[in-house]
């Protein structure tokens, strides 16, 4: 079975510019969930969306915006992007939305460089 | 700011048992207790969870105390192949998931 695919792998963007960044979860999962990891750091939650609602927010900049489409996969967009965006973005699914008995299953990540 | 504490780096004996301690000592009656782990580059890979009693699978075991204030996550037979970051968190749900630092474990051989 696949597991969660992530596109691009890599990204070099200057500053100022635009991103989207794409998910596409586990068949079957309906939760998907953004994260930020800066090198060296642990990830950082960005949002979660289950049945295409944002269910929950981190302490990240209006830069930061998602969205889940009807076939549950999701694109996360960061705006106006600063060098300290630079960092892997994770996306992660679950089959459930906000419960805590359950696990989350990661994609591999997309390598943003900002320069 | 994350709700766990852990060493930052521990050795282990190949073959031997890794035992990885995590505090969480404010941590709430309906939060749950959850283990992962990242090798270089890949992204993070579920492990456990657990909310009061004990956890075994077929990865590790999760031992939680009695006032659940900490937490030890057991690997059996640890291999090279479990050299890796392993961050262990506490949630109510995907909606609060904080990763701290993490332990760095290695495993020699």
């Known amino acids: 079975d696949a597991g969660v695919t992530q596109s691009p792998t890599h990204l070099i963007k200057t500053r100022g510019q635009h991103v989207t960044l794409r998910c596409s979860p586990i068949s079957g999962h309906k939760s998907v969930s953004w994260y930020q990891q800066v090198l060296g750091q642990g990830p950082q939650f960005i949002f979660q969306?289950?049945?295409?609602?944002?269910?929950g927010r981190g302490n990240f900049p209006d830069r930061f915006s998602a969205r889940q489409f009807p076939n549950y996969s999701s694109e996360l967009n960061v705006n106006a992007l600063l060098l300290g965006d630079s960092a892997l973005y994770l996306c992660?699914?679950?089959?459930?939305?906000?419960?805590?008995?359950?696990?989350?299953?990661f994609g591999p990540g997309t390598r943003l460089t900002v320069t | 700011d994350a709700k766990t504490t852990q060493p930052p780096s521990m050795d282990c004996a190949e073959g031997r048992a890794a035992n990885l301690p995590c505090n969480h000592s404010t941590i709430s009656g309906n939060e749950y207790v959850y283990w992962y782990r990242q090798i270089h580059s890949q992204g993070p890979q579920y492990i456990i969870h657990?909310?009061?009693n004990n956890e075994t699978n077929e990865m590790a075991s999760l031992i939680i105390t009695e006032d659940r204030k900490s937490s030890t996550l057991i690997l059996p037979h640890a291999t090279l192949r479990d050299t890796a970051v392993y961050y262990c968190i506490v949630s109510l749900n995907n909606n609060d998931m904080r990763f701290g630092a993490g332990t760095r474990l290695t495993v020699k051989p």
């Open positions: 992660a699914s679950s089959s459930l939305g906000w419960t805590g008995d359950y696990e989350q299953y």
């Open positions: 969306y289950y049945e295409k609602e944002e269910r």
């Open positions: 657990g909310l009061k």
